[in-house]
């Protein structure tokens, strides 16, 4: 089980996949192709259609259209058992009836392998999630962790050419969770399994992923690596959805090739043009800014807006500040400030001048119901 | 100190009410173990000397022995005819959706507001349309409708606690579905199933109203047996009966909380 080469070796496609629920279309049209030995995150809110993919590349589901391909073999309508894929669950579904040792060796023992071979790679799996010697107990006397634990063994130790993982961490309380989602990546880079995860947290699809597919309401919005997704989202959706983001109201000067030049107050933005297809030169736009692009500007510096200080929260390794910014945006501006100084600085009430690193914005047409006049810019 | 006093009176007057209630729920049972004892060829209450031989009486008596073969054969066919029957519908209502699902659901149920008497008459009026002689078939079948919303009941439980999530996973690892419902969901629903037997083949065992119409001479059960046996004579081998009867139900419930637990088998707590 070593590392294969990565590049453009397709392990999971789908095309055109479509799969309604009565008169709910759940996946429209969805296309997407999985790299082999690659971690990748279906990503949005409930009901977006992520977790049906799943069922679909497990073969728990038959698509009403389309055509899904496992290694290059189309297993559309194969069924879940021949498809040799592993999936977790949220709360694992481990046999409550079988004791650990038979629940990692169940997909063994059906492939009618020896039965010393399957003690063999059972005690291997073991090892690998660091559980060897809990052979013999019954999974309702393991903790959250551990049963998690045998429910990756389980599914890695057939081997399969896909691992789908649905909403493996949400049954975990929080510092569980930080270390078993460095630990599934590591088991996961170290076996190189072509990985199909599924999650509605934004935060553990960019520390995890090696590409995420964003999706809502049953269609792919944007797929792309984290950095792309969280930097450059192709629409209010995507940068809404993932990670915090501020909105202000900036006044477009002009176009030029791939490049839009924005007003925000007497400072000069320059975003991609390609979200501003069809915006003439003098339209009102929002411009979306991630919290840590903002800064507060001392005396002399170039201010884009002001802002008067509503709360500031100690974070530890920053401040996250909350402005109210009435000539730029509808909402409060959070502001999120390195360092401890934040603190003392820039007390509730202190009117402050905020600027913006001028390239790491991106805007998008006005929302039709955020007609909201644009201050003296 | 009238506060203290008052407590102290309800809480003596709830033991009493409790003790009462578990005495009342055991006096019949108590009644007649004592009955069985008794010396004297009479059903007389308390007995003036004690004695084994009305066991030895009816455990040798001929109709008793009959009634008790043919009501072994009645139950064991109809609790496992009821057990395969009520797992599938049990399966169908738990797992699909279809038109006349309440429907069905209800006239599954129904055996349990029909008098046995009426399911008796109706069996007995059907069989003899029929020109059905009033063999085992006939008390099976009658038996079968009549158990079979306990058997139905006790099944769609533990399928309603059961993950199908367990299913999926068993399925995703390679078992194609009969080795699943062999290593996974039948394993899981034992305890629904055994309980479900168990309360068929006691109900069965026990039936009285509507097997008086359907058995004959030949085919009658023990309790039929016991009814005709009471009709002519009143000594005290009826409550040696009875106290076996008591004593072969409590093993047998004894059995299924050793081996099983009874909490499962009788669906108070979560199989899982």
Request: net charge positive.
């Amino acid at each position: 089980m070593k590392s294969r080469p990565t590049g453009e070796d397709i392990a999971v496609q789908l095309d055109a996949v479509t799969k309604r629920f009565g008169k709910t279309t759940a996946l429209d049209a969805v296309s997407l192709r999985v790299r082999r030995g690659e971690l990748m995150t279906l990503l949005g809110p409930s009901g977006c259609g992520k977790t049906t993919l799943l069922n679909l590349v497990a073969g728990f589901l038959i698509p009403d259209s389309g055509e899904i391909a496992i290694d290059g073999r189309r297993v559309t309508d194969v069924p879940p058992y021949r498809r040799e894929s592993g999936i977790m669950f949220q709360q694992y579904a481990l046999f409550p009836h079988m004791s650990v040792a038979a629940n990692v060796g169940y997909g063994l023992k059906m492939r009618r392998i020896a039965k010393p071979e399957i003690a063999r790679r059972v005690a291997e799996a073991l090892a690998l999630i660091k559980l060897d010697g809990l052979e013999d107990r019954k999974p309702r006397q393991l903790s959250g962790g551990q049963q998690q634990r045998v429910a990756l063994a389980r599914a890695l130790v057939i081997r399969p050419k896909v691992l789908l993982l649905d909403e493996p961490f949400s049954a975990l309380d929080r510092n569980l969770r930080a270390s078993m989602q460095v630990e599934i990546k590591e088991i996961q880079r170290k076996l190189g399994v072509t990985t199909i995860f599924v999650t509605h947290d934004q935060s553990e699809a960019l520390s995890l992923s090696d590409r995420i597919a964003v999706l809502a309401e049953g269609r792919i919005r944007q797929l792309g690596t984290p950095d792309e997704i969280y930097c450059r989202p192709v629409d209010r959706f995507v940068a809404s959805f993932v990670g915090d983001v501020n909105v202000l109201h900036a006044r477009v000067e002009y176009i030029e090739g791939a490049t839009a030049a924005l007003a925000l107050g007497p400072a000069r933005v320059l975003v991609p043009a390609g979200t501003l297809q069809g915006v003439a030169p003098g339209a009102v736009v929002d411009l979306f800014v991630r919290p840590e692009e903002l800064r507060v500007v001392e005396e002399g510096g170039v201010e884009a807006v002001h802002g008067i200080v509503a709360a500031q929260i100690y974070q530890g390794g920053h401040v996250d500040l909350y402005v109210d910014v009435p000539e730029a945006a509808s909402g409060r501006v959070l502001i999120r400030a390195p360092g401890r100084q934040g603190m003392s600085l820039w007390p509730a009430g202190t009117r402050i001048g905020i600027g913006l690193a001028v390239d790491k914005a991106i805007a998008f047409r006005a929302a039709a119901d955020a007609a909201v006049t644009c201050g003296h810019a | 100190m009238p506060p203290l006093l008052s407590r102290r009176l309800l809480r003596l007057l709830g033991g009493v009410t409790v003790t009462a209630i578990l005495g009342f729920l055991l006096l019949p049972a108590l009644v007649v173990t004592l009955a069985a004892f008794n010396g004297k060829a009479i059903l007389s209450f308390p007995p003036e000397t004690w004695s084994w031989r009305w066991f030895a009486k009816a455990i040798e008596y001929q109709d008793f022995q009959a009634g008790f073969r043919n009501g072994l054969i009645v139950t064991g066919w109809a609790s496992s005819i009821a057990l395969v029957v009520g797992a599938a519908f049990a399966l169908a209502l738990e797992r699909y959706d279809f038109r006349f699902k309440r429907a069905l659901e209800t006239v599954l149920l129904s055996p349990l507001v029909v008098p046995h008497f009426t399911v008796g008459l109706g069996f007995l009026i059907l069989a003899a349309q029929l020109g059905w002689a009033r063999g085992y078939a006939v008390i099976v079948a009658c038996h079968v409708v009549l158990v079979l919303p306990f058997v139905l009941r006790s099944v769609y439980i533990s399928l309603r606690n059961l993950d199908p999530r367990l299913e999926l996973a068993a399925a995703s690892l390679g078992a194609p579905p009969l080795r699943v419902l062999i290593t996974v969901t039948l394993p899981l629903l034992l305890p629904g199933l055994v309980s479900g037997w168990l309360f068929a083949a006691i109900l069965s065992f026990n039936e009285f109203t509507a097997s008086l119409f359907v058995t004959a001479q030949s085919t009658q059960t023990l309790p039929v047996a016991l009814y005709n046996y009471v009709r002519e004579y009143a000594d005290p081998s009826m409550a040696a009966i009875s106290v076996m009867y008591i004593v072969v139900t409590a093993t047998l419930l004894t059995f299924a909380n050793v081996f099983l637990g009874l909490a499962k088998v009788l669906n108070v707590e979560h199989p899982r």
